[in-house]
């Protein structure tokens, strides 16, 4: 069974940065790809970024040029830069892996 451990959400104040984690166990990483996505209470789950597993990336309109995905195959670790975050940033954050999801930490971003 895949787990899915998720590190590194927490409080920041606007123009702050944040760096999430997702460690995967129980799977074949390196050939799948890796997404993450953000879901606030009564609203839909949606996708913030992906990464193939030859590295394409692709990111969410909302926050291209401040988001940055990446990923550690040897170490079967996913990663979301979060830079220049803003309230509307406040969210749960899930990584996902082969449609298996991770706990959800929150981000909060503050004034």
């Known amino acids: 069974q895949v787990q899915l451990a998720e590190s590194g959400g927490g409080l920041v104040q606007p123009g702050g940065s944040l760096r999430l984690s997702c460690a995967a166990a129980?799977?074949?990483?390196?050939?799948?790809?890796m997404a993450w996505y953000r879901q606030a209470p009564g609203k839909q789950r949606e996708l913030v970024a992906k990464i193939t597993s030859s590295g394409y990336e692709n990111y969410a309109d909302a926050v291209t040029g401040r988001f940055n995905i990446s990923r550690d195959n040897a170490n079967k670790t996913s990663f979301l830069q979060m830079n220049n975050l803003i309230p509307a940033d406040t969210d749960h954050y899930y990584c996902?892996?082969?449609?298996?999801w991770g706990l959800g930490p929150q981000v909060t971003v503050y004034s």
């Open positions: 996902d892996l082969r449609g298996y």
């Open positions: 129980g799977s074949i990483f390196n050939i799948y790809p």
